[in-house]
């Protein structure tokens, strides 16, 4: 178990309002990543870190920022949200050793922008 | 445009039956993992194949990445409701390098008894 906890795990808001996910780690992991879900899609890469303070964009990051100010939480804002943003997000630490980069998962956070 | 693309998307087969989920790109990957999901969880990595042409089994599972490090295949033998869930295939390195993993978009199956 890589000590990963997502907050909130539910929410709702309303379009235009900031919102902020948190992911919080427990051992020490480098590398952190915010994924978000939706059907056809599978995951897509929103923004990832590297270390502290280290973070770049993913393949869906237009409307997000991150930031990681300490090792374990990594921070997720959606400035202004828009329905487009309403989806499962999902916080990965990348498991250490080897090259081959596998990940462990949090258990997301559902966000409905109405 | 899917870097990963897997078929089927939708699989419901009966209790017993055998079947294969696919997992291709245009790509070279340095490596492709294979994760399973069940619903109001986060995925779960089932293995990791980094050599082209490598197979390996897990219990009834078996996973195979291509010669040519581009695909994969997954392949249940005498599938169990138990194995009801979304899988996910992912690549590492290639275009995207050694520090993010691209999935494919994923194939729903359901056992049903």
């Known amino acids: 178990d890589a000590g990963i906890t997502q907050s909130p795990r539910h929410k709702v808001t309303e379009t235009g309002t900031p919102v902020t996910l948190r992911c919080h780690q427990t051992e020490n992991h480098r590398y952190m990543y915010w994924y978000r879900q939706d059907p056809g899609h599978g995951l897509r890469l929103i923004h990832y870190?590297?270390?502290?303070?280290?973070?770049d964009k993913g393949e869906v990051s237009d409307g997000y920022s991150v930031s990681r100010s300490k090792t374990e939480d990594f921070l997720l804002t959606l400035e202004s949200a828009t329905s487009s943003q309403t989806s499962v997000y999902f916080c990965a630490v990348r498991l250490a050793g080897g090259r081959t980069g596998e990940l462990f998962f949090g258990e997301g956070s559902r966000l409905t922008v109405l | 445009t899917q870097l990963l693309e897997q078929s089927p998307q939708f699989l419901s087969i009966q209790e017993g039956e055998n079947l294969t989920v696919y997992c291709n790109s245009s790509?070279?990957?340095?490596?492709l993992q294979w994760y399973r999901q069940e619903p109001g969880e986060g995925p779960v990595l089932l293995v990791t194949v980094v050599t082209g042409g490598e197979v390996k089994k897990l219990k009834r599972l078996t996973f195979q990445f291509g010669d040519a490090r581009k695909d994969s295949s997954l392949h249940i033998t005498a599938a169990q409701p138990g194995d009801t869930g979304l899988y996910l295939c992912a690549g590492g390195g290639g275009l995207w390098g050694a520090q993010k993993l691209v999935f494919g978009q994923g194939t729903r199956l359901t056992i049903n008894p």
């Open positions: 870190s590297y270390g502290v303070k280290d973070t």
């Open positions: 790509s070279v990957f340095s490596s």
